[in-house]
C-alpha cells in the first residue's frame, strides 16, 4: 500500500440536492428540493446522470425524487459518515487544516502540525466561514456492484447531525448489523429563523417505508449470518477500510476539494478581508471568488 495515498471506499455515484449552474458567465451553486443521482463525469451543463436516477423516477411516477432505497458498506457508523471541521484552500482545493473539536491536521509554515481544533466559530485560524464541517455518507444504491458506493457530500449541519444520530441509533438497534440493515435516504425540509421562514432541505437515513422495525432488524441478522455461513468477512471489510482511511494524512485529495468548493462555498470575496491577518495562508483562501452552498 502507497503510505500517504487515502484508500477510500470504491465512488461510482453521487446523489446530491442541488447543482452547479453556469450564470453570466459564472458557475453558482443552485439549491434543489430533490434527489439527483450522477455519474463521475461533469460536463460544462453539470454531472451526467446515472441510468439510476431515470430508473428510480420512473417508480415515483413523475413526482420528485425525494427517497432513495440503500444499504451500507459498513457496520461501523464511522465508516459510512466521514464527518469533519475542514478548510479548503478556496483557489487550488488543497485541504488546509481538518479537525474533530479536539484535534486538528494543520498545514503550518513548519508543516503537518497536530493541534487543538476548538470548532471554527473559535478558531482564529478558521472563522469567517472558512472552515466547515465537511460530511461524506457512502451508500449503496442496488446490487450491480457490491462493494461500489454512491456518495453524498454535504456541509450542512443538519444533514451531518441527523445522518450521525441515525447511524448510530440503526447500528445499536440492530445488534451492529448496518451492513445488512435496509434503509432509505430521505430527504426532508423545515423552516428556521435564520432561514427567514424560506424551506431548507437535509438527509435522512430511516427504515424502508414498507418495513417495521421488527421486520428489519430480523432481516438484517438473518441476512448478516447467511453471509458469515458464506464465508463472506464484514468485519475484516471493515477493518480494510479503517487501515485504507488511515492510510494519508488528509482523506481528501485536492480535486475532490475544488469540487467541494464550488458546490457548497458562497462568494468569499466580500467578507471581512481583516481575517487574512489573524493566520498564514487566510489572505490566500480570501482572495478566491468560488460560489457554493448546500
Given at each position: 500500500?502507497?503510505?500517504?495515498?487515502?484508500?477510500?471506499?470504491?465512488?461510482?455515484?453521487?446523489?446530491?440536492?442541488?447543482?452547479?449552474?453556469?450564470?453570466?458567465?459564472?458557475?453558482?451553486?443552485?439549491?434543489?428540493?430533490?434527489?439527483?443521482?450522477?455519474?463521475?463525469?461533469?460536463?460544462?451543463?453539470?454531472?451526467?446522470?446515472?441510468?439510476?436516477?431515470?430508473?428510480?423516477?420512473?417508480?415515483?411516477?413523475?413526482?420528485?425524487?425525494?427517497?432513495?432505497?440503500?444499504?451500507?458498506?459498513?457496520?461501523?457508523?464511522?465508516?459510512?459518515?466521514?464527518?469533519?471541521?475542514?478548510?479548503?484552500?478556496?483557489?487550488?482545493?488543497?485541504?488546509?487544516?481538518?479537525?474533530?473539536?479536539?484535534?486538528?491536521?494543520?498545514?503550518?509554515?513548519?508543516?503537518?502540525?497536530?493541534?487543538?481544533?476548538?470548532?471554527?466559530?473559535?478558531?482564529?485560524?478558521?472563522?469567517?466561514?472558512?472552515?466547515?464541517?465537511?460530511?461524506?455518507?457512502?451508500?449503496?444504491?442496488?446490487?450491480?456492484?457490491?462493494?461500489?458506493?454512491?456518495?453524498?457530500?454535504?456541509?450542512?449541519?443538519?444533514?451531518?447531525?441527523?445522518?450521525?444520530?441515525?447511524?448510530?441509533?440503526?447500528?445499536?438497534?440492530?445488534?451492529?448489523?448496518?451492513?445488512?440493515?435496509?434503509?432509505?435516504?430521505?430527504?426532508?425540509g423545515k423552516s428556521t429563523t435564520q432561514s427567514h421562514r424560506a424551506p431548507i432541505y437535509y438527509v435522512d437515513l430511516t427504515l424502508r417505508a414498507e418495513q417495521s422495525m421488527?421486520?428489519?432488524?430480523?432481516?438484517?441478522?438473518?441476512?448478516?449470518?447467511?453471509?458469515?455461513?458464506?464465508?463472506?468477512?464484514?468485519?475484516?471489510?471493515?477493518?480494510?477500510?479503517?487501515?485504507?482511511?488511515?492510510?494519508?494524512?488528509?482523506?481528501?485529495?485536492?480535486?475532490?476539494?475544488?469540487?467541494?468548493?464550488?458546490?457548497?462555498?458562497?462568494?468569499?470575496?466580500?467578507?471581512?478581508?481583516?481575517?487574512?491577518?489573524?493566520?498564514?495562508?487566510?489572505?490566500?483562501?480570501?482572495?478566491?471568488?468560488?460560489?457554493?452552498?448546500?
Amino acid at each position: 500500500m502507497i503510505k500517504g495515498l487515502a484508500i477510500t471506499p470504491p465512488v461510482i455515484g453521487r446523489i446530491s440536492i442541488g447543482r452547479v449552474v453556469e450564470k453570466n458567465g459564472k458557475r453558482l451553486p443552485e439549491k434543489d428540493d430533490q434527489f439527483t443521482i450522477t455519474t463521475q463525469i461533469q460536463t460544462r451543463d453539470g454531472w451526467l446522470p446515472h441510468p439510476l436516477d431515470e430508473a428510480l423516477r420512473q417508480e415515483v411516477q413523475g413526482k420528485k425524487l425525494r427517497s432513495i432505497p440503500v444499504t451500507l458498506p459498513f457496520n461501523d457508523p464511522d465508516l459510512n459518515l466521514r464527518a469533519e471541521y475542514t478548510f479548503f484552500e478556496r483557489k487550488s482545493g488543497r485541504p488546509l487544516c481538518a479537525g474533530n473539536g479536539e484535534t486538528c491536521r494543520r498545514h503550518t509554515e513548519n508543516g503537518l502540525e497536530s493541534l487543538p481544533c476548538p470548532s471554527p466559530d473559535l478558531c482564529d485560524y478558521g472563522n469567517h466561514g472558512l472552515c466547515k464541517p465537511y460530511g461524506r455518507l457512502y451508500v449503496q444504491i442496488g446490487n450491480d456492484d457490491e462493494l461500489g458506493c454512491f456518495v453524498f457530500r454535504t456541509t450542512g449541519y443538519n444533514s451531518i447531525r441527523t445522518l450521525t444520530a441515525r447511524l448510530r441509533y440503526f447500528h445499536a438497534i440492530s445488534g451492529g448489523n448496518l451492513a445488512t440493515l435496509p434503509l432509505e435516504l430521505k430527504l426532508r425540509g423545515k423552516s428556521t429563523t435564520q432561514s427567514h421562514r424560506a424551506p431548507i432541505y437535509y438527509v435522512d437515513l430511516t427504515l424502508r417505508a414498507e418495513q417495521s422495525m421488527k421486520e428489519a432488524v430480523t432481516h438484517a441478522r438473518e441476512e448478516a449470518q447467511a453471509q458469515v455461513n458464506l464465508g463472506i468477512n464484514q468485519a475484516e471489510l471493515d477493518n480494510v477500510a479503517q487501515a485504507g482511511l488511515l492510510n494519508a494524512r488528509f482523506e481528501y485529495s485536492e480535486d475532490e476539494g475544488l469540487q467541494v468548493t464550488e458546490e457548497f462555498y458562497r462568494n468569499e470575496a466580500n467578507q471581512d478581508t481583516s481575517a487574512s491577518k489573524q493566520s498564514p495562508g487566510l489572505k490566500e483562501a480570501l482572495s478566491a471568488k468560488v460560489s457554493g452552498g448546500e
